[in-house]
């Protein structure tokens, strides 16, 4: 029975570990390419395949078997990488903020007004033309871009969980066989 234990979770942490990663990749990818073209329906789909048929490769390579188990980890993976492609829309927001001129924002801050320990219109506005929002801040203001936002939020990881677990149960390993059953006379004799 221990042997068996160790030979499943190796198996699972051979495959989980590099699907996870993999659906990382996968989220850095489907961000780039979302600023070209954003389809509703195809994207999340795509992105559920693409993990679905990493994580079925990588079952395969790891000799796991299809379980109940595998098939959580894989809706895991698929919801995981959806949810980390707000993580990088972030990171590119602030890259395009560092990226800014601070000089621009200076001249207009004099502009406006006095500088002071006290605060003011110029202070003011010189810490939110100079600071990045954080990453709350900036995914309340995303969600305020148009009234389907929070749905859309809702439902892209489901499309991508269930074309992931389509794809992965098509192309993936068989199913574990079952649990051998020993009676209590067996083990009395």
């Not at 990382?24 to 195809?42: D, N, P, T």
């Not at 801040?137 to 936002?149: K, L, S, V």
Request: proline share 6%; glycine share 8%.
């Amino acid at each position: 029975m221990r042997d068996r234990v160790d030979r499943i979770l190796g198996a699972w942490l051979l495959w989980f570990v590099p699907a996870l990663l993999a659906g990382l990749a996968i989220a850095r990818l489907s961000v780039i390419v979302q600023r070209e073209q954003a389809r509703l329906l195809v994207h999340p789909l795509a992105v559920g395949a693409a993990v679905g048929g990493a994580c079925a490769a990588l079952m395969h390579m790891a000799k796991a078997r299809r379980s109940p188990g595998s098939i959580a980890a894989v809706a895991f993976v698929a919801i995981a990488a959806s949810a980390a492609e707000h993580g990088f829309f972030y990171l590119d927001y602030r890259a395009a903020f560092a990226a800014r001129s601070p000089d621009s924002f200076r001249k207009l801050a004099e502009k406006l007004g006095p500088t002071s320990a006290e605060g003011g219109a110029a202070n003011e506005f010189w810490t939110a033309a100079t600071q990045p929002k954080g990453f709350w801040d900036y995914m309340r203001g995303e969600a305020q871009r148009g009234p389907w936002t929070w749905a859309l939020w809702l439902g892209n990881p489901l499309i991508a969980a269930a074309a992931a677990l389509f794809v992965a149960r098509w192309f993936g390993p068989p199913a574990a066989p079952p649990a051998e059953e020993h009676s209590v006379s067996e083990h009395s004799a």
